[in-house]
C-alpha cells in the first residue's frame, strides 16, 4: 500500500493523514470543508513543531511530511488512486453510509475501505458497498500521532487478507494493532463508557462529588485523567452517544445513560466544548462545580 486516502479534516482526520504522512506514505486528505482542511494543514504543521521541539523529528522531515499531503475538496477525484481509504468524517450512522457508497463507486476494484467511527456498527457499513470483505474498522485514538493503540474492528464479512493487511499497516505506522470483532462499543469504549457513567450515577446518587471521585480513580487506580474529567474531554453528548448505542446494541438496561448524563446535554453542558461540564472552564480554569449543582 502506498497511496491513502483520508476522509475528513478534523480532529482524528488530520492526526491519521499526519501519522501516515510521517512514516512516508503518499496521503490525499478529503473534506467537504475548506475551511477544515486549511485548519487541518495547520494543525498538522503545529504538531510536526512539537514534535522537532522534542528532538523526534527535523525542520527536513517537517518539509517532507507536508509535502506528502495533498489536500481535496472532490472524494472522487481524492480516493481514485487510493489502495486504503480511512474514513473519519463526522460520527454520524446516514453521513457515513453516504460516504461509504461514495467510496464503493469511486475506489479501485481492490482498495481497503476503513472506519475510523467510535461506535458505529462496521456490518452495517459493509453492507452499503459491493465489498464488504475489503470494508474494516480502523479505530485510532486521539492525538493520533501519540497514541500507539490502533483498534483494529473486524466486520461480519472483513476477510481475514483484510484484516491482516491492515494489522500489518498499523505495524508500520509503529503502531500497536489489536483485533477486535464488531459488537457495540467495540473494546475501548464497551469498557470506557460504562466507566465513565458509573462515575456520573456515584455523582447522581451524591456517593461523592466531582473532585472525590476523579481523585479516588487518579490516585487510587492510577489513571491519568479522572473519569469526570475524561468525559469533559471527549463531549458529554459523545458519552451519550455512545452509551445509547451500547444500551441499543445489547438491550441490557446496565448500558443506560444515567439520567444527570442526559438531563447535562440537553441543558447544553457538554463539557470543554461548551466551557461547563462537570468542571466549569468559563474562567480560562478547571473548577469542579459543587455537587450539589448536579441535584437541581
Ligand atoms: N475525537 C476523538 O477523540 C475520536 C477518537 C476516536 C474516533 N473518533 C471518530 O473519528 C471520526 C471523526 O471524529 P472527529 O472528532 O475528528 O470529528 P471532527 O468533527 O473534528 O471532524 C469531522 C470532519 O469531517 C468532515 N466531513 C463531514 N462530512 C464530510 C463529507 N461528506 N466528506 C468529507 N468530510 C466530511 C467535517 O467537515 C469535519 O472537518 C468520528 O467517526 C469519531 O467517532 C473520534
Do not use: W
Amino acid at each position: 500500500m502506498n497511496k491513502i486516502a483520508v476522509i475528513g479534516s478534523g480532529t482524528m482526520g488530520n492526526g491519521i493523514a499526519h501519522t501516515f504522512a510521517q512514516f512516508g506514505y503518499d496521503v490525499n486528505l478529503v473534506d467537504i470543508s475548506q475551511e477544515a482542511l486549511n485548519k487541518g494543514l495547520t494543525t498538522i504543521a503545529k504538531n510536526i513543531d512539537r514534535q522537532i521541539a522534542k528532538g523526534s523529528l527535523t525542520e527536513d522531515d517537517k518539509t517532507a511530511i507536508l509535502n506528502r499531503i495533498h489536500p481535496f475538496s472532490d472524494l472522487k477525484e481524492g480516493v481514485a488512486e487510493a489502495d486504503l481509504t480511512v474514513e473519519a468524517a463526522t460520527e454520524n450512522l446516514e453521513l457515513k453510509l453516504k460516504i461509504f457508497r461514495q467510496l464503493d463507486a469511486y475506489s479501485k476494484a481492490d482498495a481497503i475501505l476503513a472506519s475510523n467511527t467510535s461506535s458505529i456498527s462496521i456490518t452495517q457499513i459493509a453492507a452499503v458497498t459491493s465489498r464488504g470483505k475489503n470494508v474494516i474498522g480502523m479505530h485510532f485514538m486521539n492525538p493520533v500521532p501519540v497514541m500507539k493503540l490502533v483498534e483494529v474492528i473486524r466486520g461480519y464479512a472483513t476477510s481475514d487478507e483484510t484484516t491482516a493487511a491492515v494489522m500489518d499497516l498499523s505495524l508500520k505506522l509503529g503502531k500497536s494493532p489489536v483485533e477486535v470483532n464488531d459488537y457495540a462499543g467495540f473494546i475501548a469504549n464497551r469498557i470506557l463508557m460504562p466507566m465513565i457513567n458509573e462515575a456520573i450515577f456515584s455523582l447522581y446518587e451524591c456517593v461523592a462529588g466531582v473532585e472525590e471521585i476523579d481523585t479516588v480513580m487518579k490516585l487510587g487506580m492510577a489513571h491519568p485523567m479522572g473519569p469526570l474529567q475524561l468525559a469533559d474531554f471527549i463531549g458529554l453528548d459523545v458519552c451519550l452517544a455512545i452509551m445509547k448505542v451500547l444500551h441499543e446494541g445489547f438491550g441490557n438496561p446496565k448500558y443506560a445513560p444515567c439520567p444527570l448524563l442526559v438531563n447535562m446535554v440537553m441543558a447544553g453542558k457538554k463539557g470543554i466544548k461548551s466551557g461547563e461540564g462537570f468542571y466549569d472552564y468559563s474562567n480560562g480554569t478547571k473548577e469542579a462545580r459543587p455537587a450539589a449543582k448536579f441535584l437541581s
